[in-house]
């Protein structure tokens, strides 16, 4: 997709030293906690709450991306960038807040005021629903084109790009994340057009730009 892919930079890491991790937790906690779908969560007195996820274990750098490069390619206050696993193009990414979320339609409910289940991090990022999308846009495109009128710019219409999520209960991580697909480069299989289909709408992957009109 660009120079940029090819040898890329990983940035300063952040510090992890203050973010939450099961390993840091009491004993007596350890023994009520439980995965599900790439979270951590604690169970104490009844109560759930989410401590951690793999995500975010990648963004803080205590677990390194299953990809190849295994690196982030570019991290800033908010969200992380990092090659997909399993990809189903040469180029995938996955554009992922450090605040864990659980899904677009999560973004939705925060962009209309409602309370979410949410995650914790270091660096407290602060930003929510639309602007937090618009975020991740942002930093996807300065990191793929910076140029609007590129065929890799993700705004541009004509963008040989695909760009979307996975609605629950058909994600595989419950941590948003957007995956950023260059078409031209697409690796032939059935599995592949099911999973991320061109031919849309679909019930399992709301494209991008739908999920900005949602939030009108």
């Known amino acids: 997709m660009g120079s940029k892919l090819s040898s890329p930079e990983p940035p300063a890491r952040s510090n992890p030293a203050t973010t939450p991790s099961p390993k840091s937790l009491s004993p007596r906690i350890q023994q009520k906690t439980f995965k599900r779908k ?5 169970v104490e007195e009844g109560e759930t ?25 570019h ?30 339609i999560d973004l939705v409910k925060e962009e209309v005021g409602e309370e979410v289940a949410a995650g914790t991090s270091s660096t407290a990022p602060t930003l929510k629903g639309r602007k937090l999308l618009e975020h991740m846009v942002a930093s996807a495109n300065t990191f793929v084109s910076k ?3 590129s065929p890799f710019h993700i705004s541009n219409p004509k963008a040989n790009l695909q760009a979307g999520f996975h609605t629950p209960p058909y994600n595989s991580i419950d941590h948003l994340h ?24 679909v019930p399992w992957f709301m494209p991008l730009q739908s999920v900005f009109k949602r939030m009108r």
């Open 178 to 201: 957007l995956h950023i697909i260059d078409r031209s480069k697409y690796i032939p299989s059935w599995k592949n057009y099911a999973k991320f289909p061109t031919i849309l709408p």
């Open 147 to 149: 140029d609007p009128t």
């Open 38 to 42: 790439g979270i951590t969560y604690s």
């Open 49 to 73: 709450k989410i401590i951690s996820s793999l995500f975010q274990e990648i963004a803080y750098g205590r677990t390194p991306p299953s990809g190849s490069p295994s690196k982030i390619l």
């Open 75 to 104: 991290e800033d206050s908010e969200c992380v960038i990092f090659a997909a696993l399993k990809g189903v193009s040469q180029t995938h990414l996955l554009v992922v807040p450090k605040r864990i979320i659980g899904s677009w």
